[in-house]
């Protein structure tokens, strides 16, 4: 049953010109969300970089939703996000065919960064990571937290997530590429 509301929309959208208009927008709406996304990781990876420069630390925007802190030199290991599903994952991504994997989750289990971060581990690729459920690009209302005039709070949330572990990590991922590297 339709409300009245729903009939209005209806019948002003049923015109020509307004169902061509209307078509038109609803085809640029991915477009708008993709970038939305974009947008927000490129404010999360300045501000990050501001951050942690002094300290050392590069940040590199490897994909459109898909970023990584780390040293420079560093192979193939960093402290990444990546919302290539629409949900992101944060943690400790380095690539098997560079670390040992058995030395790296030996460094990880000493010092408790799993236990303490809530993270786990699952392939060869991401030894630590969580998801970070409250940055679900697939729902309405993460859409609406990264509209431009609504944005901050949520890059603070991301950047407050990422600079807080590198800073608290920071000596654990040096020992992981000193120790650990193949």
């Known amino acids: 049953m339709s409300t009245t509301y729903e009939e209005t929309i209806y019948d002003y959208l049923t ?17 708008l969300d993709e970038r939305l996304a974009h947008d927000f990781w490129q404010e999360v ?11 050392g630390w590069e940040v ?14 560093w192979e193939r ?8 599903r629409g949900r992101p ?3 400790l991504h380095c690539s098997a065919s560079v670390y040992d994997r058995a030395k790296v989750d030996a460094l990880l289990q000493a010092a408790g ?19 970070l459920t409250s940055h679900d690009f697939r729902e309405q209302a993460t859409m609406e937290r990264i509209l431009p005039a609504n944005r901050q709070a949520a890059v603070s949330e991301m950047v ?12 654990v991922l040096d020992r992981i590429h000193q120790e650990a590297n193949l």
């Open 15 to 31: 015109q020509p010109e307004n169902y061509r208009a209307a078509k038109q927008i609803a085809g640029q709406i991915g477009t």
């Open 45 to 55: 990876q300045r501000a990050v970089q501001q951050q942690l420069a002094a300290e």
């Open 60 to 73: 590199l925007l490897s994909l459109p939703d898909w970023f990584s802190v780390r040293r420079p030199g």
């Open 77 to 84: 290991m960093g402290v990444n996000c990546d919302a290539l």
């Open 89 to 91: 994952d944060f943690g």
């Open 113 to 131: 960064v799993r236990e303490q971060e809530g993270m786990k581990g699952n392939t060869a690729e991401w030894p630590c990571y969580r998801p």
């Open 160 to 171: 407050d997530t990422v600079v807080g572990f590198v800073k608290k990590y920071g000596p």
